[in-house]
Protein backbone atom coordinates (compact mmCIF):
# COMPACT_ATOMS: atom_id res chain seq x y z
CA UNK A 1 0.00 0.00 0.00
CA UNK A 2 1.37 3.31 -1.35
CA UNK A 3 2.27 5.75 1.65
CA UNK A 4 0.83 8.96 1.94
CA UNK A 5 2.57 11.94 0.47
CA UNK A 6 3.90 13.98 3.23
CA UNK A 7 4.41 17.78 2.53
CA UNK A 8 6.13 20.38 4.65
CA UNK A 9 4.56 22.89 6.56
CA UNK A 10 6.56 25.32 4.91
CA UNK A 11 5.48 24.44 1.47
CA UNK A 12 1.78 23.71 3.08
CA UNK A 13 2.19 27.40 4.50
CA UNK A 14 3.60 28.91 1.06
CA UNK A 15 1.01 27.52 -0.77
CA UNK A 16 -2.13 29.04 1.21
CA UNK A 17 -0.59 32.27 0.72
CA UNK A 18 -0.13 32.01 -2.74
CA UNK A 19 -3.58 30.62 -3.28
CA UNK A 20 -5.12 33.45 -0.63
CA UNK A 21 -2.83 36.21 -2.74
CA UNK A 22 -4.66 34.90 -6.01
CA UNK A 23 -7.97 35.34 -4.40
CA UNK A 24 -8.73 31.74 -4.16
CA UNK A 25 -9.37 31.94 -0.31
CA UNK A 26 -9.68 28.55 1.74
CA UNK A 27 -13.18 27.54 2.95
CA UNK A 28 -14.98 30.55 1.25
CA UNK A 29 -16.99 29.47 -1.93
CA UNK A 30 -15.95 32.08 -5.00
CA UNK A 31 -19.22 32.29 -7.70
CA UNK A 32 -19.14 35.03 -10.40
CA UNK A 33 -21.62 38.13 -9.55
CA UNK A 34 -24.71 37.56 -11.97
CA UNK A 35 -25.06 40.25 -14.51
CA UNK A 36 -29.05 40.17 -14.43
CA UNK A 37 -29.49 43.40 -14.92
CA UNK A 38 -26.78 44.19 -17.30
CA UNK A 39 -26.12 40.69 -19.21
CA UNK A 40 -27.22 39.85 -22.95
CA UNK A 41 -30.15 38.04 -21.64
CA UNK A 42 -32.06 40.63 -19.92
CA UNK A 43 -31.46 43.12 -22.74
CA UNK A 44 -32.75 40.60 -25.29
CA UNK A 45 -35.59 39.73 -23.46
CA UNK A 46 -35.95 43.72 -23.35
CA UNK A 47 -35.50 44.03 -26.99
CA UNK A 48 -38.15 41.02 -27.99
CA UNK A 49 -40.77 41.87 -25.01
CA UNK A 50 -43.78 42.40 -28.01
CA UNK A 51 -42.74 39.16 -29.65
CA UNK A 52 -42.67 37.40 -26.18
CA UNK A 53 -45.53 38.81 -24.75
CA UNK A 54 -47.21 37.50 -27.89
CA UNK A 55 -45.66 34.28 -27.18
CA UNK A 56 -46.89 34.50 -23.69
CA UNK A 57 -50.37 35.35 -24.83
CA UNK A 58 -50.93 32.06 -26.95
CA UNK A 59 -50.00 29.95 -24.02
CA UNK A 60 -53.26 28.07 -22.87
CA UNK A 61 -51.66 26.48 -19.66
CA UNK A 62 -51.45 28.57 -16.47
CA UNK A 63 -48.12 26.65 -15.24
CA UNK A 64 -44.51 27.06 -16.73
CA UNK A 65 -41.43 24.66 -16.50
CA UNK A 66 -38.16 26.05 -16.34
CA UNK A 67 -37.57 24.91 -19.94
CA UNK A 68 -41.24 26.11 -21.30
CA UNK A 69 -40.21 29.56 -20.07
CA UNK A 70 -36.87 29.68 -20.93
CA UNK A 71 -38.46 28.74 -24.55
CA UNK A 72 -40.91 31.46 -24.73
CA UNK A 73 -38.17 33.92 -23.22
CA UNK A 74 -35.62 33.16 -25.93
CA UNK A 75 -32.66 32.22 -23.43
CA UNK A 76 -31.27 29.09 -21.88
CA UNK A 77 -32.61 27.78 -18.33
CA UNK A 78 -29.17 29.47 -16.22
CA UNK A 79 -30.40 32.97 -16.37
CA UNK A 80 -33.80 31.92 -15.29
CA UNK A 81 -32.29 29.38 -12.56
CA UNK A 82 -30.38 32.36 -11.40
CA UNK A 83 -33.33 34.35 -11.09
CA UNK A 84 -35.02 32.06 -8.94
CA UNK A 85 -32.03 31.70 -6.65
CA UNK A 86 -31.48 35.39 -6.21
CA UNK A 87 -35.63 35.62 -5.70
CA UNK A 88 -36.47 37.73 -8.45
CA UNK A 89 -39.11 35.15 -10.05
CA UNK A 90 -40.88 32.56 -7.56
CA UNK A 91 -41.78 28.84 -8.07
CA UNK A 92 -45.13 27.62 -6.72
CA UNK A 93 -46.59 24.32 -6.51
CA UNK A 94 -45.45 20.76 -5.51
CA UNK A 95 -43.58 20.44 -8.97
CA UNK A 96 -41.86 23.94 -8.63
CA UNK A 97 -43.23 25.75 -12.17
CA UNK A 98 -43.91 29.35 -12.89
CA UNK A 99 -47.51 30.54 -12.84
CA UNK A 100 -48.50 32.74 -15.65
CA UNK A 101 -49.22 35.61 -13.86
CA UNK A 102 -45.98 35.85 -11.96
CA UNK A 103 -44.77 35.74 -15.47
CA UNK A 104 -46.20 38.92 -16.53
CA UNK A 105 -45.21 40.27 -13.31
CA UNK A 106 -41.40 39.38 -13.97
CA UNK A 107 -41.39 40.30 -17.39
CA UNK A 108 -42.90 43.67 -16.74
CA UNK A 109 -40.05 44.18 -13.98
CA UNK A 110 -37.29 43.05 -15.64
CA UNK A 111 -37.92 45.31 -18.88
CA UNK A 112 -37.91 48.15 -16.37
CA UNK A 113 -34.75 47.42 -14.38
CA UNK A 114 -33.22 46.09 -18.12
CA UNK A 115 -29.91 47.67 -18.93
CA UNK A 116 -27.97 48.24 -21.92
CA UNK A 117 -25.16 45.11 -22.74
CA UNK A 118 -22.04 46.26 -24.09
CA UNK A 119 -18.60 45.75 -24.36
CA UNK A 120 -18.45 48.71 -21.91
CA UNK A 121 -20.72 47.85 -19.66
CA UNK A 122 -18.62 44.01 -19.45
CA UNK A 123 -15.31 45.48 -19.17
CA UNK A 124 -17.08 47.57 -15.89
CA UNK A 125 -18.36 44.43 -14.27
CA UNK A 126 -15.29 42.60 -14.93
CA UNK A 127 -12.95 45.66 -13.86
CA UNK A 128 -14.72 47.92 -12.31
CA UNK A 129 -16.73 48.15 -8.40
CA UNK A 130 -19.47 50.81 -8.28
CA UNK A 131 -16.92 52.58 -5.61
CA UNK A 132 -14.00 52.82 -7.86
CA UNK A 133 -14.08 55.71 -9.99
CA UNK A 134 -14.64 55.40 -13.70
CA UNK A 135 -11.54 55.03 -15.95
CA UNK A 136 -9.39 57.95 -16.43
CA UNK A 137 -10.67 59.88 -19.51
CA UNK A 138 -13.53 57.76 -19.96
CA UNK A 139 -15.79 60.37 -21.90
CA UNK A 140 -12.87 60.82 -24.50
CA UNK A 141 -12.22 57.16 -25.24
CA UNK A 142 -15.96 57.17 -25.77
CA UNK A 143 -16.86 60.44 -27.53
CA UNK A 144 -18.69 60.06 -31.12
CA UNK A 145 -18.60 63.11 -33.09
CA UNK A 146 -17.53 64.57 -37.02
CA UNK A 147 -13.97 65.18 -37.78
CA UNK A 148 -14.47 68.37 -40.09
CA UNK A 149 -13.20 67.37 -43.65
CA UNK A 150 -11.64 70.22 -44.45
CA UNK A 151 -9.50 70.63 -40.81
CA UNK A 152 -6.30 68.54 -40.44
CA UNK A 153 -5.36 69.77 -37.24
CA UNK A 154 -7.86 71.27 -34.38
CA UNK A 155 -7.54 72.59 -31.00
CA UNK A 156 -8.48 71.54 -27.62
CA UNK A 157 -11.10 74.10 -27.09
CA UNK A 158 -12.35 73.25 -31.22
CA UNK A 159 -12.09 69.31 -29.92
CA UNK A 160 -14.11 70.15 -26.93
CA UNK A 161 -17.07 71.78 -28.56
CA UNK A 162 -17.25 68.68 -30.94
CA UNK A 163 -17.49 66.44 -28.34
CA UNK A 164 -19.78 68.22 -25.75
CA UNK A 165 -17.25 68.35 -23.10
CA UNK A 166 -14.96 70.74 -21.16
CA UNK A 167 -11.75 71.88 -23.09
CA UNK A 168 -9.54 71.48 -20.07
CA UNK A 169 -10.17 68.14 -20.25
CA UNK A 170 -8.42 67.72 -23.28
CA UNK A 171 -5.48 69.29 -21.96
CA UNK A 172 -5.13 66.84 -19.12
CA UNK A 173 -5.35 64.24 -21.35
CA UNK A 174 -2.23 65.60 -23.48
CA UNK A 175 -0.35 66.11 -20.08
CA UNK A 176 -0.91 62.68 -18.89
CA UNK A 177 -0.53 61.38 -22.89
CA UNK A 178 2.38 63.87 -24.42
CA UNK A 179 1.67 61.88 -27.85
CA UNK A 180 -2.06 62.96 -28.21
CA UNK A 181 -0.75 66.64 -29.53
CA UNK A 182 2.45 68.76 -30.60
CA UNK A 183 2.79 72.27 -29.84
CA UNK A 184 2.35 74.82 -33.02
CA UNK A 185 2.83 77.89 -30.75
CA UNK A 186 4.16 78.16 -26.37
CA UNK A 187 0.38 78.51 -25.89
CA UNK A 188 -1.46 76.51 -28.69
CA UNK A 189 -1.80 73.02 -29.29
CA UNK A 190 -2.87 71.38 -32.44
CA UNK A 191 -4.40 67.36 -32.09
CA UNK A 192 -4.26 65.58 -35.48
CA UNK A 193 -7.06 63.18 -36.30
CA UNK A 194 -4.61 60.03 -36.27
CA UNK A 195 -3.01 61.11 -33.35
CA UNK A 196 -6.52 61.16 -31.81
CA UNK A 197 -7.24 57.95 -33.33
CA UNK A 198 -4.25 56.53 -31.89
CA UNK A 199 -4.76 57.46 -28.33
CA UNK A 200 -8.55 56.67 -28.04
CA UNK A 201 -8.71 53.73 -30.99
CA UNK A 202 -12.60 53.29 -29.72
CA UNK A 203 -13.40 56.66 -30.23
CA UNK A 204 -15.75 57.18 -33.46
CA UNK A 205 -14.94 60.60 -35.65
CA UNK A 206 -15.66 59.32 -38.79
CA UNK A 207 -16.75 62.15 -41.70
CA UNK A 208 -20.41 62.35 -42.30
CA UNK A 209 -21.91 60.97 -45.44
CA UNK A 210 -25.13 61.02 -46.36
CA UNK A 211 -26.42 58.13 -48.99
CA UNK A 212 -27.95 59.39 -51.63
CA UNK A 213 -31.99 58.42 -52.64
CA UNK A 214 -32.40 55.38 -54.78
CA UNK A 215 -34.57 56.10 -57.99
CA UNK A 216 -37.60 55.74 -57.42
CA UNK A 217 -40.71 58.36 -57.46
CA UNK A 218 -42.08 57.99 -54.75
CA UNK A 219 -41.84 56.61 -50.87
CA UNK A 220 -43.72 55.23 -48.05
CA UNK A 221 -43.51 56.75 -44.63
CA UNK A 222 -41.71 53.47 -43.92
CA UNK A 223 -39.08 54.34 -46.39
CA UNK A 224 -38.56 58.06 -45.62
CA UNK A 225 -37.94 57.04 -41.89
CA UNK A 226 -35.21 54.59 -42.84
CA UNK A 227 -33.54 57.41 -44.76
CA UNK A 228 -33.74 59.96 -42.59
CA UNK A 229 -32.53 57.57 -39.66
CA UNK A 230 -29.72 56.91 -42.01
CA UNK A 231 -29.13 61.37 -42.11
CA UNK A 232 -28.47 61.37 -38.68
CA UNK A 233 -32.12 61.75 -37.31
CA UNK A 234 -31.87 58.49 -34.65
CA UNK A 235 -35.45 58.61 -33.26
CA UNK A 236 -36.67 59.33 -37.30
CA UNK A 237 -40.32 56.84 -36.97
CA UNK A 238 -43.05 56.95 -39.23
CA UNK A 239 -44.60 58.68 -36.72
CA UNK A 240 -41.94 61.16 -37.35
CA UNK A 241 -42.42 61.98 -41.07
CA UNK A 242 -46.29 61.77 -40.60
CA UNK A 243 -46.10 64.83 -38.01
CA UNK A 244 -43.65 66.52 -40.49
CA UNK A 245 -46.31 66.34 -43.21
CA UNK A 246 -48.88 67.99 -41.07
CA UNK A 247 -46.54 70.41 -40.02
CA UNK A 248 -46.02 71.30 -43.45
CA UNK A 249 -42.28 71.02 -42.88
CA UNK A 250 -42.54 67.97 -45.73
CA UNK A 251 -44.79 68.06 -48.51
CA UNK A 252 -46.34 64.52 -49.27
CA UNK A 253 -49.14 63.67 -51.56
CA UNK A 254 -52.27 62.92 -49.60
CA UNK A 255 -53.96 58.94 -49.22
CA UNK A 256 -56.77 58.35 -52.00
CA UNK A 257 -59.86 57.93 -50.69
CA UNK A 258 -60.47 55.05 -48.45
CA UNK A 259 -56.75 54.51 -47.76
CA UNK A 260 -53.89 56.15 -44.99
CA UNK A 261 -50.83 56.07 -46.63
CA UNK A 262 -49.21 58.61 -47.72
CA UNK A 263 -46.07 58.99 -50.55
CA UNK A 264 -43.33 61.32 -50.13
CA UNK A 265 -41.97 62.37 -53.37
CA UNK A 266 -38.15 61.93 -54.30
CA UNK A 267 -37.49 65.81 -54.77
CA UNK A 268 -38.90 66.54 -51.76
CA UNK A 269 -37.20 63.75 -49.99
CA UNK A 270 -33.97 65.26 -51.54
CA UNK A 271 -34.36 68.85 -50.55
CA UNK A 272 -34.68 67.68 -46.96
CA UNK A 273 -31.40 65.97 -47.36
CA UNK A 274 -29.56 69.21 -49.20
CA UNK A 275 -31.19 71.10 -46.01
CA UNK A 276 -29.63 68.41 -43.22
CA UNK A 277 -26.41 68.20 -45.30
CA UNK A 278 -26.31 72.15 -45.01
CA UNK A 279 -27.48 72.24 -41.61
CA UNK A 280 -24.23 69.46 -40.39
CA UNK A 281 -21.66 71.66 -42.33
CA UNK A 282 -22.61 74.74 -40.43
CA UNK A 283 -22.78 73.10 -37.00
CA UNK A 284 -19.81 71.53 -37.86
CA UNK A 285 -17.65 74.94 -38.67
CA UNK A 286 -19.58 76.54 -35.79
CA UNK A 287 -18.16 74.84 -33.35
CA UNK A 288 -14.81 74.25 -35.52
CA UNK A 289 -14.74 77.92 -35.57
Avoid at 150 to 179: D, F, M, N, Q, S
Avoid at 238 to 256: C, E, F, G, K, N
Amino acid sequence: MREPLHIPPRVEFLSRRVAFALGERPGRKRSPRLPWKRGPAAWNIKLDVEEIKMRLAAQKRNFFSLRQAAKILGVSTQPIRDWIRLKYLKREGLRGQITKSEFERFLKWLVERAKPFSLWNYADRLLRSPTRPAYLFHTLGRAEFVWPKERKTLTPRELAGLIGCHHTLIIKAIHHKPWLAKRKSPGRWEITRHRWENTFPLSNCTQFRMPSLPRQPLFSTKEAAEHMTMWGMRQASTYTVRRMIHSDQLVAIPPAPGKRKYFVPRKNLEKMRKNLLTAQKGAISLKSG
